[in-house]
């Protein structure tokens, strides 16, 4: 029933099997054969982004990129894959115990939920998630770049070197020093960005 005040009424929503069905109120059937007019519109809930067995490692960067703010809440509630680690650390080519320390996650710890295939959540999940969300951020700056050397550019070692080199726009720190707290790798992220056109070199 439209408002009576002259502001649209909000819609109605309906649950079914994790997906909300959303009804537009201002809708009406109209009458005789020509009913069900309803503009009904299915919109699947967000949920956690897993990096299972089966997940290919570049499939992952990708869908953390792209993914929703809530994704990003609920992978972070749900922990990641300690073998994520691992393979972080092959890719960026930055050795494992190395990696452990610049996220802030015991050597001990991480190795035992890897051999367990368990996740790793809290302040640990979040670095870890922290630094897959840069390396997407280094493979696009090589997917838009037009220059022959983006060719055959391996971004992730790219990166894996560059997290090592000080930086004088932060203030002579490296950026692996910064990836442990979320606001670090929001830094670094915005430091990241500034140097794309130069990333090649």
Do not use: C
């Given at each position: 029933?439209?408002?009576?005040?002259?502001?649209?009424?909000?819609?109605?929503?309906?649950?079914?099997?994790?997906?909300?069905?959303?009804?537009?109120?201002?809708?009406?059937?109209?009458?005789?054969?020509?009913?069900?007019?309803?503009?009904?519109?299915?919109?699947?809930?967000?949920?956690?982004?897993?990096?299972?067995?089966?997940?290919?490692?570049?499939?992952?960067?990708?869908?953390?990129?792209?993914?929703?703010?809530?994704?990003?809440?609920?992978?972070?509630?749900?922990?990641?894959?300690?073998?994520?680690?691992?393979?972080?650390?092959?890719?960026?080519?930055?050795?494992?115990?190395?990696?452990?320390?610049?996220?802030?996650?015991?050597?001990?710890?991480?190795?035992?939920?890897?051999?367990?295939?368990?996740?790793?959540?809290?302040?640990?999940?979040?670095?870890?998630?922290?630094?897959?969300r840069l390396l997407g951020i280094s493979q696009?700056?090589?997917?838009?770049?037009?220059?022959?050397?983006?060719?055959?550019?391996?971004?992730?070692?790219?990166?894996?070197?560059?997290?090592?080199?000080?930086?004088?726009?932060?203030g002579g720190r490296k950026p692996a020093e910064?990836?442990?707290?979320?606001?670090?790798?929001?830094?670094?992220?915005?430091?990241?960005?500034?140097?794309?056109?130069?990333?090649?070199?």
């Amino acid at each position: 029933m439209p408002s009576t005040t002259g502001k649209p009424t909000p819609p109605r929503q309906r649950r079914r099997s994790g997906k909300v069905k959303v009804v537009s109120a201002d809708a009406r059937p109209a009458a005789g054969p020509a009913r069900g007019n309803a503009i009904a519109t299915e919109v699947r809930e967000p949920a956690e982004i897993a990096y299972g067995r089966g997940t290919a490692f570049n499939a992952y960067i990708a869908r953390i990129s792209r993914a929703t703010p809530m994704e990003l809440v609920l992978t972070e509630r749900a922990g990641v894959h300690a073998r994520l680690i691992k393979d972080l650390a092959r890719h960026l080519d930055i050795p494992a115990s190395r990696l452990f320390a610049i996220l802030g996650v015991a050597k001990a710890t991480a190795e035992k939920k890897v051999a367990a295939d368990e996740t790793i959540a809290g302040h640990g999940g979040q670095a870890v998630l922290g630094l897959v969300r840069l390396l997407g951020i280094s493979q696009d700056m090589a997917a838009n770049s037009t220059a022959d050397e983006a060719r055959d550019f391996d971004a992730a070692r790219w990166l894996g070197h560059w997290l090592e080199i000080p930086q004088p726009s932060l203030g002579g720190r490296k950026p692996a020093e910064l990836l442990d707290t979320p606001t670090g790798v929001e830094i670094v992220a915005r430091v990241l960005g500034a140097v794309a056109s130069g990333a090649y070199q």
